[in-house]
Nanobody, 124 residues
Framework: QVQLVESGGGLVQAGGSLRLSCAASGRTLSSYAMGWFRQAPGKEREFVAAINRSGGVTYYLDSVKGRFTISRDNAKNTVYLQMNSLKPEDTAVYYC?????????????????WGQGTQVTVSL
């Protein structure tokens, strides 16, 4: 029903910034709570951030609070993850996910639709 495509990843030095984008097609993004997840080599996928349908409520992994900001522009069918003060431990493939059931579903680690992922690498 909805296709998600992430972009904006790349290689940055520690302390730098990146903005990830998740563009949706097929359905309007306003129908879904949205989230970001990441997975590093040899590690489990982990929840990073979520935002509700209207954009008024957000949730974050404790280790990214104050550094990452999730936002959405429903008119553009796009969700963003602004990442500042990046650290080497932020290195991972970052995935965008959509959920019809709300942010709790995302925070539990689940999603109904997933993007292909975008690589973020933070060097020393």
């Amino acid at each position: 029903q909805v296709q998600l495509v992430e972009s904006g990843g790349g290689l940055v030095q520690a302390g730098g910034s990146l903005r990830l984008s998740c563009a949706a097609s097929g359905r309007t993004l306003s129908s879904y709570a949205m989230g970001w997840f990441r997975q590093a080599p040899g590690k489990e996928r982990e929840f990073v951030a979520a935002i509700n349908r209207s954009g008024g409520v957000t949730y974050y992994l404790d280790s990214v609070k104050g550094r990452f900001t999730i936002s959405r522009d429903n008119a553009k069918n796009t969700v963003y993850l602004q990442m500042n003060s990046l650290k080497p431990e932020d290195t991972a493939v970052y995935y965008c996910a959509a959920a019809t059931s709300g942010t709790y579903y995302l925070r539990s680690g689940a999603g109904d639709y997933w993007g292909q992922g975008t690589q973020v690498t933070v060097s020393l």
